[in-house]
């Protein structure tokens, strides 16, 4: 896959993360697209390490998935590291 075209699937998994996690995350479209291709990655390492997952095609289904559940993954632990900051302000 080229990388333009890594970019723009770890911008739209990072969004669909974005609108699959419940609550209000921090973060705008740099932020999303940060995320979501640090998902993009970890999902595509973690599917071809647990499920021996070929990650060529662009338009798979297969790819797709794991990117966002990378970018899930990610953004959960962003929430919880950017979270801590907002409790101590009180």
């Known amino acids: 896959m080229g990388f333009l ?11 669909i993360a974005k609108l699959i ?5 921090g973060g ?13 990655l970890l999902g ?11 990650l060529e095609e662009f ?3 297969q790819t797709w998935l794991l990117a966002i559940g990378g970018s899930i993954v990610v953004l959960l632990i962003y929430g919880l590291i950017v979270g801590r900051g907002d409790r101590t302000r009180a």
């Open 44 to 54: 595509g390492w973690l599917g071809s390490v647990l499920f021996n997952a070929p």
């Open 28 to 40: 705008g479209w740099i932020v999303t697209l940060l995320l979501g291709v640090v998902g993009a």
């Open 59 to 61: 338009w798979s289904l």
């Open 5 to 15: 075209a890594f970019l723009l699937l770890g911008l739209i998994a990072g969004a």
């Open 21 to 25: 996690l419940p609550g209000r995350q």
